[in-house]
């Protein structure tokens, strides 16, 4: 008598092989987008806790500031934030993230020129 073997064969496994190659194809640009709104994100809360530190030294020192240095707040891993122009009464600033490029952010407040690519003064702006 011929003895029935249990398992798959090599087209099956081909078959499933080939799905999973094409599920792969759709999820990974999803996943790419998510890490691209996520560097975004990054980018506009640096520039509102910006924003509440500079406040925080006008209120001590009665001027903005341009020397980030000085004030108490860390930017998150990768952003790269420019303080653009400081003065008694305004301040102006961009920022960007290596793996969002060309991506800019830019706010301003005050009485200083709007920072491109921000249009509205204490808004955020993107391009």
Avoid at 8 to 21: A, N, P, Q, S
Avoid at 71 to 81: A, C, D, R, Y
Wanted: aromatic residues 8%.
């Amino acid at each position: 008598m011929a003895v029935k073997r249990a398992g798959f064969t090599l087209i099956e496994l081909l078959i499933v092989v080939v799905i999973i190659g094409i599920l792969a194809m759709i999820a990974i640009p999803k996943f790419q987008n998510t890490k691209g709104k996520a560097n975004v994100t990054a980018i506009k809360s640096d520039l509102r806790n910006l924003a509440t530190a500079e406040e925080a030294y006008l209120f001590d020192n009665n001027a903005y500031t341009s020397d980030a240095t000085s004030l108490t707040f860390t930017t998150s891993p990768g952003v790269v934030l420019n303080i653009t122009n400081a003065t008694a009464s305004g301040w102006s600033a961009t920022a960007t993230h290596p793996a969002s490029y060309p991506l800019t952010c830019g706010i301003y407040i005050g009485n200083v020129p709007p920072q491109p690519p921000a249009t509205v003064e204490g808004l955020i702006g993107c391009q």
